[in-house]
């Protein structure tokens, strides 16, 4: 209950009333369930994102170290509440600027949810793209851009494996055809299986796709590639119907680093006349 509320202090911004309960709630989850219980680690995370709030960076990281320790105690070194906690530490030491130490957190992060959960799952292309606003603070452009390439290249993987073009412009034709009709008749969208249970047929996961597409757009707007970077915009209109704008994103992406390297060639050895 303190732990609760203090959350909703926090969302106030009241961070000194939201501080003195999280400390009692911390003081009793220690007595009655001991120094190493997950939810003692639960409870230092929210402190550190309450002193993280704060901007008291140095004592965040102590206190997300200290749940990180417990969560490896508890669960072992291999499991997502261990990357959910490498997630937060490197957050909060991107703050501070130690980049060095962020990429070791989330590099890490990664290879435990791609274990865990597999390669597809969701906190994965998150936390990638955590890794990416470090990187882009750095101004590491090409390391950036590759992990965007990462992300398509998966999802064009999966798209090749899950069904044939032609199966996947006929699904989203009946899907088209399904709202149309829903619409005239008054009904609300979706499908609804034997249980009665609410589910959505979808392309692979172009939410994902179409965020990195225009990510990727941004990036080479930031290097001057305009025309490349309209070119993946456009692709991200595309994503969510054409089972190609991967694969035609991927394709401009390679098109442009060959320019990129050509370029570079003609200034590193000019030609003579």
């Keep these: 209950m303190l732990n609760i509320l203090a959350l909703v202090y926090r969302d106030q911004s009241k961070f000194k009333e939201a501080g003195a309960l999280l400390n009692d709630a911390l003081a009793i989850r220690e007595k009655t369930l001991g120094p190493d219980h997950p939810t ?3 409870t230092l995370n929210n402190l550190a994102v309450l002193y993280g709030k704060r901007n008291k ?3 965040a990281v102590g206190l997300c170290k200290r749940a990180l320790d417990i969560r490896e105690k508890c669960f072992g070194s291999i499991h997502p509440d261990v990357a959910k906690q490498l997630n937060n530490l490197a957050l909060l030491c991107q703050n501070q600027g130690k980049y060095d130490e962020v990429e070791s957190y989330y590099r890490r992060a990664i290879e435990i949810y791609t274990k865990t959960l597999g390669i597809d799952d969701p906190n994965v292309a998150k936390t990638k793209n955590n890794l990416v606003s470090a990187y882009l603070k750095q ?12 992300v398509l290249t998966r999802a064009q993987e999966k798209e090749n494996v899950s069904k044939p073009s032609g199966m996947l412009l006929q699904q989203q034709q009946q899907e088209d055809t399904q709202k149309s009709q829903q619409s005239k008749n008054g009904t609300t969208g979706g499908n609804y299986d034997a249980q009665g249970g609410w589910y959505k047929t979808s392309l692979t996961d172009h939410p994902t796709v179409t965020t990195t597409l225009k990510n990727l757009s941004l990036l080479y707007r930031r290097q001057g590639k305009y025309e490349a970077a309209e070119a993946l915009e456009n692709c991200a209109v595309k994503a969510r119907k054409d089972p190609q704008a991967t ?10 680093n060959l320019n990129t390297q050509q370029q570079q060639q003609q200034q590193t050895h000019p030609s003579t006349s």
Aim: glycine fraction near 4%; proline fraction near 0%.
């Design 57 to 59: 960076f140095k004592e």
């Design 139 to 150: 101004g590491k452009y090409k390391e950036a851009e590759q992990i965007y390439i990462d």
């Design 40 to 42: 003692v680690a639960a």
């Design 247 to 256: 694969l035609q994103a991927l394709n401009i992406v390679k098109q442009t």
